[in-house]
């Protein structure tokens, strides 16, 4: 029994250890769908930020 339980718990490490984790979290996008949020969506996002920081600073 124990050595079942074990080999049980060994494959659902496995398992869990063979699905990719996101690395930065997810978002729900416009479809209801999970999407990982990459180093790549995390750049691109304070790039805008830093970008629209500038524009309102020459505004004022």
Do not use: F, W, Y
């Not at 690395?23 to 790549?40: F, H, K, M, N």
């Amino acid at each position: 029994m124990r050595r079942q339980h074990m080999q049980q718990h060994s494959e659902t490490l496995a398992n869990q250890q063979a699905q990719p984790q996101p690395i930065c979290g997810s978002i729900i996008d416009d479809q209801g769908r999970e999407v990982a949020i990459t180093p790549e969506m995390i750049k691109q996002a304070c790039e805008e930020l830093e970008k629209s920081r500038v524009a309102l600073a020459e505004k004022n």
